[in-house]
């Protein structure tokens, strides 16, 4: 078929360019280690086009590189490149923007595992300077700018509080005084909101997360402009060797199919169960972009085209036992980490945090023992809803 119009974002997703052989309609996985050449020339050649050429699969595999591309146009940017976890790209992102002794400005609240790659790995053992921000105020970050500040990095919104950053402010921010810009824009997942079209350079994905959609992958995405992304593939990438497994890939490719439809199904369950909670009489707060209450509703309008099924609600109660009771009682929200899957998970902060902090510490936080968090997944809204109203009764 001839292309007469650029595909719209469900066709490039659902449909492949190539025919596959014998016609399957699911491309075959190449789940090997490494190609063969024809002749001395050949390999010859394919070492002076590394980026485009199948060698090892340590660097590039042709079902990696399919889901690449079809990532690389949904997020419109020029290149991407996987990873086997979030983690993964996201380490091998700030390893590629910091030098040591470089300062990076990043927003309290970060997500935990990449805060503590900075501050517990990259600040003792490379003397990397990193301040925190709250970041609502493009004040915040210009404040912050130090004369070795290479790195902004934003999460938004974030995956704990939910606040938003202006990201096109701090994109021009930062260009304006030759710092790069990252953020982690797993929360919107790359249907609601499109950073690299603010001006960030590189934009992150944990793919366990909504793009991965079914709870069987981990892995991680960076997208970028051709120039910074090729040069992340051939150095963090394939020297620090996180390449992500052809199966993973494969599995992601499967999932980019529906990925259009699960969003807009999250946001109307998501919806539909935060106005629930915000007008139950038992829950004192809700933390969601989506809420009525939401301090950055016009920031929000202006960045973001959509919500997704991730917030957090406040119990209005201490007592662990009945916390525990509402926890436990409910049926379809089940208890674990992670979210951003088919089904919904509840999580209590309080879990992890009783185990690191004092009960001081813990105090000073801000959250309380009835602090829930939940990922609203694609059963029916209704049933979910009855679910927390049900175990809302033991509050
Ligand atoms: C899960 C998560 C990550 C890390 O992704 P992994 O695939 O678990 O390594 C990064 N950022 C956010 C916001 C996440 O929720």
Known sequence: MSESKKQNIETLLAHDEQRNPNGAVVPPIYQNSLFTFESWDDIDQAFDNRMESFIYTRGRNPTVKQVEEKL?????????????SGMGAISAAIMHCVNAGDHIITIKNLYGPANNFISSYLKPKFNVEVTYVTGKDISDFENAIQDNTSLIYLESPSSAVFSLQDIEAVAKLAKSKGIKTMIDNTWTSPIFQKP????????????????????????GLVVGSKQEVESISLREFEWIGAKIAPFEAWLLLRSLRTLPIRMRQHQENALAVAEFLENHPKIQLLRYPGAKSFDQKELAKKQMTGLTGLMGFQLKTDDLEKIKAFVNTLKYFHLGVSWGGHESLIYAPAISYLKELSPDQFAGLGISLGDMRISVGLENKEDLIADLERALELI
């Open 196 to 219: 690299l079209a603010m001006g960030i350079d590189l934009e992150i994905h944990s793919c366990s997360k909504y793009i991965g959609g079914h709870s069987d992958v981990v892995a």
């Open 72 to 84: 690389a146009a949904l997020c419109g940017g020029e290149k991407a490149q996987l990873f086997p």
